[in-house]
Every structure is written in C-alpha cells, then in structure tokens.
C-alpha cells in the first residue's frame, strides 16, 4: 500500500538526522585536528628559528671574548707576531665565525677627570662645538669633578644647574663612567656622541701624540700652536680592544674591553681587564 501523501517512508527521518549530525561533527573534528597540527607545526618551526638564533648569537658571542684574549697575547708578543696598538685592522677565523679587531692605545685620549680645562676646550671645538660653546663645558667639566660651590668663571655649580630646570648639581667627584658626561650642563648627545671615541677613564697623563687620533692631534695642535714632541713607541699599557665577530644565520656580537698590560712585553702573566662591555651598535 502506498504511503500517504507527505508521510516520510519508515526508518529514513529516524536515521538521517543522527547520521548528519554526526558527520557534521566529524568534519569539525578534521577542521580542528588540521588547524590544531598547522599552530603545533608553526610554533615548532618558530621555537627552530629560536634555538638556531641563540645558538648562532652565543658563537658569535664566545668568538669575540675569545679573540679579545688572543689579541692580547699578540700585543705581548715580542716577535714579528707581534700587533701594535696603532688602530690598524687585524682578523682572526675561527670555527663559525670571522673576527675583525681593532687595538688602540688608551694614551692617546683625553681624560675629563685629569685634563685641564684648555685642553677640554680645544678637544670640544674639535669635535665641533663653537669657541664659547666648548669653554663654557670645559669649564663645567672641571666644576663637576671638583668640590665646592662656588663655579669657576664661566663654569657651573647647583645654582646654574637649577637656573637650568635640573634637578641636580655637580657631585663634586670624579666621572664614574664616560656617560655622566652626559649630565654635564651644555652638554647635548650629539656632542657627547662625537667626543666618546677620544675620551677615557683609563690613562692619567696627557694625551700621547705619537697614539692620538686626529680629533685629539687637532686639540693639541689648537692648544700650543704645534704637536709637542712624541716617542715613536705606542704607549701600550692600556688598550682598548674592539672585536666584531661576524657569524652565520647574520649573526653578530661587538665586544669592547680595555685591557692593562703589565710592564715589559713577552711578560704574559700581566694583564687586568679594567672593562668588559658589549655596546650597542
């Protein structure tokens, strides 16, 4: 007998529907199962990515340490192996990595601590700061290392610097590092930024000609009309050493450090590190 007009024929409606309904969740299952592995195989390939990074960054990284020290033992070596501090460029190749090395006197800089203001003016108009500019700094420079409240003409202590809106005054103590400089009154970045490759902390005396830069030999020339007399020997007690490893996947590590060697070369056993940095850039 043939069913009513309308009637679903028996079993079809009763099976359809649960029969849908769990292909429809059989499909969402694939669709999250297929983008769950896309997320786990990206995050694997990302954490890859990482680990090679940190991996090629730490080679780079030893690579530059390691040459530091090796060329400081150049530097103590007497024989024809020997390296000058003379700011030619020396490269070392090691497993992973390549490392250019640059090796300066300290001599040949401008202390801020110990320099009389004449010569912190002639190296600030050097540099590029105009002839009132640089003495008002130098003399700011001097009021900031020595104790006192009273400024030195055209120089700065706390009321010039609270005249100036800051909320600090000279510690009357020597620079602790070259970047305090940056507090110095008249002072801007951009000039700090071209005064820092002539400056150090770590040499006492006046700057040797014989190691300075032409930014210093110009300071010394402006101070007494001519470049007073030199030795031909670098001083190479104390040395800035730069190294620039240079790895693979682009990795790349600057190490800086400024070493002081021990009286007499060839005598191994002597040399301190004074400071060990990584600078940006």
Not at 64 to 89: L, M, R, T
Request: charged share 20%; net charge negative.
């Amino acid at each position: 007998m043939d069913a009513p007009r309308g009637a679903t024929p028996a079993g079809f409606g009763a099976e359809s529907h649960p029969s849908g309904f769990a292909l429809l969740l059989v499909l969402w299952s694939l669709v999250l199962l297929s983008l769950l592995i896309t997320q786990l195989t990206a995050a694997g390939r990302s954490e890859a990515r990482l680990a090679l990074n940190l991996r090629t960054n730490a080679v780079a990284e030893a690579a530059a340490d390691g040459a530091i020290h090796e060329a400081v033992f150049h530097v103590i070596d007497a024989s024809a192996a020997h390296w000058a501090a003379n700011g030619q460029p020396h490269e070392i190749r090691l497993p992973g990595a390549r490392v250019a090395i640059r090796i300066d006197s300290e001599a040949g800089r401008v202390n801020p601590n110990t320099a009389q203001p004449e010569l912190l003016s002639a190296l600030l108009h050097a540099a590029g700061a105009d002839t009132r500019t640089a003495g008002a700094i130098a003399m700011a420079i001097v009021d900031w290392r020595f104790p006192g409240d009273q400024p030195r003409q055209g120089g700065a202590k706390l009321p010039q610097y609270r005249a100036a809106g800051r909320d600090y005054g000279p510690p009357g103590a020597p620079f602790e590092s070259l970047d305090e400089l940056g507090l110095v009154l008249g002072m801007t970045p951009e000039l700090l930024a071209r005064l820092m490759p002539h400056l150090t902390l770590y040499h006492d005396g006046d700057p040797d000609p014989a190691a300075a830069d032409p930014v210093v030999l110009a300071a010394l020339r402006e101070l007494s009309g001519t470049l007073p007399a030199t030795s031909q020997r670098i001083d190479e007690t104390t040395l800035a050493i730069t190294a620039i490893a240079s790895g693979e996947n682009n990795s790349r590590f600057v190490r800086r450090a400024i070493m002081r060697i021990g009286a007499g070369r060839g005598n191994t056993s002597l040399y301190e590190v004074l400071s060990w940095s990584a600078p940006i850039g």
